[in-house]
Structure formats: C-alpha cells, structure tokens
C-alpha cells in the first residue's frame, strides 16, 4: 500500500447547545472513577459515501461535518461532564465562560481531516496501529485535559472515518459506545435519545487517598490483529466442548477465543519449557445488570469490576486443561455479585485482588504475570448509523 497521509485542516472546540445548569457544573468522580487509569478509550467508525456522492464533494464535506458538529453540541446537554474539564477529583462542567480555545475551558476538541486514499483500501487492507491512529485526534493540538475529542476524516472517495477519544477516567467502553450511538441517533434527527443517568458517584461514593496514576507509554508493544470468522470460532466451541462437559454448559464463543489465545501466548513463549510461572487473568465485566437494583444499560461512567483468577504456566495450558481454565474463569465472573458490589462500595475494593494475589505467592519471590483478556460482543457498537450509506 502506498504511504497514507492524513492532513488536519481545521480545529474548533464544541461546547453544549445550552448552558449547563449551575447544579450540574461539578461532576464527581467515583470510587470506580478513581481507580481507572488516566487513558484515552479509542475508537474509528468507518462510513462508505453515499450512492449520490457529487465528486466534487467539498460541499458535501462541509454538510456533513456541519450536521456532526450541530448535533454532538445538542447531545452533549445530556452528556455534560463531556463537555468539562478534567480535574483531579472532578470535571468542570463549566461550560458558561464562551471560551472556545480549549486551553482550561472545557469543550470537544473537534478536527476535521482529509485523507490521500480511497476508503476501501483502508477497508481491504488493514493497516498497522501507527497508521490507523492517524485517523484519531491528537490532544497536542493546543488543548489540554478535555474529556473527549473527535476527528471526522474525509477519503477521496467521499468515506468518512469518526475517530473519537474519551477518557477512561469518567467512561468505560459501554459509555463511550452508548454516548456515540445516542449522537448518531441526533445526527439522523431520531428525535431526543435517552438521557443517561449519572449515578456512579452515588453508588460509590469517592475515597479520600486513593490515586491511581496514569499508564505509563509503552514503546515495545506490538499491535496485531486476527480475523476470525464464524466458522472457526464454532469450530473451536465444538473441539473444547468435546474435550470437557463443563457444568453441562458449553464454552462460549468468548470463553473458547479466550482459551485459544491463552494457548497461542503460552505457545509463543514456551513456558512450558521454563520453571512454572502463575498469571492472573483479568477480566472486566460489567456490573450495571449484577447491582441491585440493577442499571440501565445507558447509566453512565466506570461502572465495570475486575474479575481476576490464577493460572499457572503448567495447569492451564495444554488441551486438556480446558476444563479447569474455563471453569476458573467462570468462578471469577460468579464473584462479581451483589455481595461483592456492596463491600466495593464500603471502599473494600482490594480484597478479591489481595486474596488471589496471597495464594499466589511464591517462594522464589517471583512477581506475578498478568493476561488481560476483554470482549465487546453485545456491544451496540454498529446502532451508530449518521446517515448515508455507511
């Protein structure tokens, strides 16, 4: 593929369509909130031109970046702390000062961008992480503790790409997914979304003391991504089905992918051939539906807990131990209920981790490994229809 350069062409900072009221312009973290870590959660929608697209469509850019600018404006009233400042216990959601340079005032960092290629060979052929991030916004642009920023790439073809990065210091990824969905609804003119609840910080309430730093930029980190279809992942369901009758319960699609990567990152680094190592396996899982009474779906904020389980290098990482691996994995998830979210919200929130961690610990004063593993399946991640053909 030839070289792709993505060119910002313009910067504005968005603010809510209506001032916030003065009751609503001090977000609180939550215990949730204080402990995740100060990143960015990214993520790129892709959108094909419309069948009608004029190829002379700076026109048509220009609608389409006016259509997304009015309406993020007018959702952003529902989702205020958006629109704040980060601050260290808090979001200033001050949005009242008619400051649109960004620099402490709050607002969206918005870029518009255009891209020197065709949207299909973008689609066609997946590009490397350093070349897909081009396509999301870069808070060097004169901005500084926003909450979220947006960047609208615009492909020869008349293709867009929505690059949107937002805090995980107030957002998981559900939020992020739900606050894009109820933006593309405004954009299509579906009338007015569902308002989130914001009652994070009253379900779990902040602690004094706790602080929790930002992650550190890794520099030898590879980036890969595996396509597997349908078939395959039913093929894998069926081989550690065969293998194992776990709880009368087959595995999962996630819980066999899950496996298999295990295995692969097992067998990529031979730690069958080394002294045995233990892992702890960490897992969100979103409590909305675990809390009683339960949430809504569109509750907003960090509203995940860590389920986390030990593995070990010999026990977990052959065929055969699929059983045991999977059933681990269960028993983590089984944790998170409502007993376990009542001794969080009591700012208990280390105990399930410093008891895993004790029967993990090792005499040769080994530090423990860990294996992150997530999923977005369910997610409502393709309701995020604008418009057109994409």
Same mark, same amino acid.
């Given at each position: 593929m030839t070289t792709i350069n993505v060119e910002v062409i313009s910067k504005d900072i968005i603010n809510t369509s209506t001032?916030?009221?003065? %009751?609503?312009? %001090?977000?609180?973290?939550?215990?949730?909130?204080q402990l995740s870590p100060s990143f960015y959660l990214p993520f790129i929608y892709?959108?094909?031109?419309?069948?009608?697209?004029?190829?002379? %469509?700076?026109?048509?850019?220009?609608? $389409?970046?006016?259509?997304?600018? +009015? #309406? @993020?404006?007018? /959702? @952003?009233t529902r989702y205020y702390p958006l629109a704040g400042c980060l601050k260290e216990t808090y979001v200033d959601c001050n949005t009242n000062s008619g400051d649109t340079s &960004?620099? &402490?005032g709050g607002g969206v960092l918005f870029l518009e961008a255009q891209v020197s290629c065709q949207l299909s060979e !973008? @689609?066609?052929?997946?590009?490397?992480?350093?070349?897909i991030n081009k396509f999301l916004p870069d808070f060097s642009f004169g901005v +500084?503790?926003?909450? @979220? +920023? /947006?960047? /609208?790439?615009?492909?020869?073809? &008349? &293709? /867009? +790409?929505?690059? $949107?990065?937002? #805090? %995980?210091?107030? #957002?998981?990824?559900?939020?992020? $997914?739900?606050? !894009?969905?109820?933006?593309?609804?405004?954009a299509r003119g579906d009338g007015d979304s569902v308002r989130p609840e914001f009652a994070s910080a009253t379900l779990f309430p902040p602690k004094d003391g706790i602080n929790i730093k930002g992650l550190e930029e890794e520099k030898n980190i590879a980036f890969k991504q595996f396509v597997f279809t349908s078939s395959k992942i039913s093929a894998l369901k069926e081989k550690y089905a065969s293998k194992t009758s776990i709880e009368n319960k087959p595995p999962t699609r996630v819980e066999a992918l899950s496996c298999f990567l295990w295995s692969c990152y097992a067998a990529s680094t031979e730690m069958n051939k080394g002294p045995e190592k233990l892992y702890m396996w960490i897992n969100p899982v979103n409590i909305r539906k675990r809390i009683d009474p339960p949430l809504q779906d569109d509750s907003f904020g960090n509203l995940g807990a860590p389920s986390m389980c030990i593995i070990s290098s010999e026990g977990d990482t052959g065929e055969g131990s699929t059983y045991g691996l999977i059933s681990k994995l269960r028993e983590a998830i089984r944790k998170i209920n409502n007993d376990f979210l009542k001794r969080l919200k009591d700012g208990i929130f280390e105990h399930s981790n410093s008891e895993e961690k004790t029967k993990a610990k090792r005499t040769d004063g080994e530090e423990l490994g860990n294996f992150y593993c997530s999923s977005f399946c369910r997610f409502p991640i393709y309701e995020a229809y604008m418009g057109g053909d994409g």
């Open positions: 001032p916030t009221p003065d %009751h609503l312009q %001090h977000y609180q973290f939550s215990l949730l909130d892709f959108y094909t031109a419309p069948h009608d697209h004029d190829h002379d %469509h700076k026109l048509g850019n220009n609608d $389409v970046t006016n259509s997304l600018k +009015a #309406s @993020l404006s007018e /959702v @952003l &960004g620099d &402490g !973008i @689609l066609e052929n997946p590009l490397p992480s350093e070349f +500084a503790n926003l909450v @979220l +920023a /947006v960047q /609208v790439n615009f492909f020869k073809c &008349g &293709g /867009v +790409a929505v690059g $949107v990065r937002m #805090s %995980h210091k107030i #957002s998981d990824a559900l939020s992020l $997914v739900t606050f !894009i969905d109820n933006w593309a609804a405004t």
